[in-house]
């Protein structure tokens, strides 16, 4: 079974800062992708960035960055130049081999002016 | 763009009634997900379908059942609602093949059971 783990509940960051989210995976799979998805007030679910496992070079998406390690299955997510607009709950996701995908529990981001 | 729609934002039932949750995709999409969204517990996969007249449980499927008579809609029924079924529902479809396809969401539907 497929499990991912976000360990931090909520993460505060000011605007212009730098906030990184943990994700741990744990999976049998040999193939499978990663995603941070964002979901605001709006309710509106919305992928942020995705990491193919058999990549090396972590995926960046203008001011959102992934840390993949694959052999630790960590898979972070770094907001740099953090704006108002990136508050939200942010999750990690992972697919199977089937496309279904396997979320962990979410962090909510606050950014304070 | 992909455009995945729930039909109620918010809707209000009594114990034991029969609930329909509607999910409609504009995209031809092959593949459509229900999941279940908790604090705490982060989206939980009720019901997929890979295809039309396709269906599989996923993670929570108890007290669950879906319908899937056309491509473009996904149906969740909730058989005789109960209080513990008040949760935010989520639909969601994707294009099949290669799995670096991502799921495109709707908006939610935030289900309360009186």
């Known amino acids: 079974a497929q499990t991912v783990t976000q360990s931090q509940p909520e993460m505060s960051v000011q605007e212009a800062e730098t906030v990184t989210l943990s994700c741990t995976y744990d999976t049998s799979e040999s193939d499978y992708y990663l995603f941070w998805y964002k979901q605001p007030p709006s309710r509106q679910m919305i992928l942020v960035i995705r990491?193919?496992?058999?990549?090396?070079q972590n995926a960046t998406e203008n001011r959102f960055s992934v840390n993949f390690q694959k052999a630790a299955k960590s898979f972070s997510l770094k907001i740099s130049d953090s704006q108002l607009g990136d508050a939200a709950m942010y999750f990690c996701?992972?697919?199977?081999?089937?496309?279904?995908?396997?979320f962990g529990a979410g962090t909510q981001v606050v950014v304070t002016p | 763009d992909v455009k995945v729609t729930q039909s109620s934002r918010y809707l209000v039932k009594r114990t034991g009634e029969k609930v329909f949750l509607e999910c409609v995709q504009d995209?031809?999409?092959?593949?459509m997900f229900w999941y279940r969204q908790d604090p705490g517990l982060g989206l939980r996969l009720i019901y997929f379908s890979y295809d039309v007249k396709m269906k599989e449980k996923g993670d929570i499927p108890e007290g669950y059942s879906v319908s899937r008579e056309k491509k473009e809609r996904f149906s969740l029924i909730l058989e005789s609602a109960s209080t513990n079924q008040t949760s935010m529902y989520l639909c969601?479809?994707?294009?099949?093949?290669?799995?670096?396809?991502?799921?495109?969401f709707g908006d939610g539907t935030r289900l309360s059971i009186l």
């Open positions: 995209m031809d999409h092959e593949n």
């Open positions: 990491q193919e496992a058999y990549k090396q």
């Open positions: 996701a992972q697919t199977d081999s089937w496309g279904k995908l396997q």
């Open positions: 969601a479809s994707r294009t099949t093949g290669q799995i670096n396809q991502p799921q495109h």
